[in-house]
């Protein structure tokens, strides 16, 4: 009876749409759309362009679907896709030299910019706001210090916290050695927490 499982898993869905199931392609989709288009937007920090590629990855796996291999993970092989159709944007779009290079698009949850919404009426209001203003301000700052990083540490900490992949997929995907990964992963925490050090006292004292 496992067969008849409602949550069958992302390998187990490709052998199925290989096979002709079409529908099992459709839940790839919604499982994986929003994270992977959340790891292309901080990638290309423009919208449109994010929608493209995630809309691409998706379109190369029907065109590739008799290559994959059923002792792959399905979600390695995705974000490969992704991540060189990423690099082929962006070495486009420098040498057009994009003038989106400095849009920082979409806010990084991938839906529409995020609002305080002042109106609503609270004992404690003011503090509902001021932690509103600090959340809002370290979220800046943290896509900020985010493309400050170098490329290869940046591409590794996306796929890690917003992909939720292993150590071991992302060397595999970027093709270096898991501990390389897990040093750029390193790398890249400790410039994010070193640009996020003035808000830890303040941050404290509002919990």
């Not at 949550?7 to 929003?34: S, W």
Request: aromatic content about 6%; glycine content about 2%.
């Amino acid at each position: 009876m496992s067969s008849l499982r409602s949550d069958p898993t992302d390998e187990e869905l490709m052998v199925r749409f290989q096979r002709g199931d079409r529908p099992a392609f459709a839940v790839l989709v919604r499982r994986h759309k929003t994270r992977l288009y959340n790891f292309v937007l901080r990638q290309l920090r423009h919208g449109p362009s994010a929608e493209e590629i995630v809309q691409d990855t998706f379109v190369r796996v029907v065109q590739n679907a008799a290559d994959f291999r059923h002792a792959s993970r399905f979600s390695t092989w995705l974000y490969a896709i992704a991540r060189n159709l990423c690099v082929d944007h962006a070495r486009k779009r420098a040498l057009r030299r994009h003038p989106s290079l400095d849009d920082p698009g979409p806010a990084p949850n991938g839906d529409a910019p995020e609002r305080m919404d002042l109106s609503e009426r609270t004992a404690d209001a003011g503090a509902n706001v001021e932690r509103n203003v600090v959340s809002s301000q370290i979220r800046e700052r943290v896509l900020e210090a985010l493309h400050k990083l170098p490329d290869d540490q940046r591409e590794v900490f996306l796929m890690r916290q917003v992909g939720s992949l292993s150590f071991k997929d992302i060397a595999e995907i970027v093709s270096v050695p898991e501990n390389t990964v897990k040093s750029r992963m390193r790398y890249a925490l400790e410039h994010l927490q070193a640009e996020l050090s003035d808000f830890e006292e303040y941050a404290r004292a509002l919990r």
